[in-house]
């Protein structure tokens, strides 16, 4: 799983059809609070994902 994100950060794993070349949208997915600490980190910083289109976070809170 590590090797996996890895290869993800290292661009080594490209999406299959963006135009762009590039992972546009972001899908978090926490149970039992995991979500929360990607949600405030996200909602601190602002718009740090410049175009993408944005997360989209499913948790069970």
Do not use: C, W
């Amino acid at each position: 799983m590590v090797e996996d994100f890895a290869g993800l950060i290292l661009h080594y794993i490209k999406p299959p059809s963006s135009p762009a070349g590039r992972f546009t949208q972001i899908l978090s997915v926490g149970i039992g609070g995991s979500a929360l600490g990607p949600l405030k980190n996200i909602v601190e910083q602002g718009d740090r994902l410049g175009d993408n289109a944005g997360p989209r976070f499913i948790g069970g809170e």
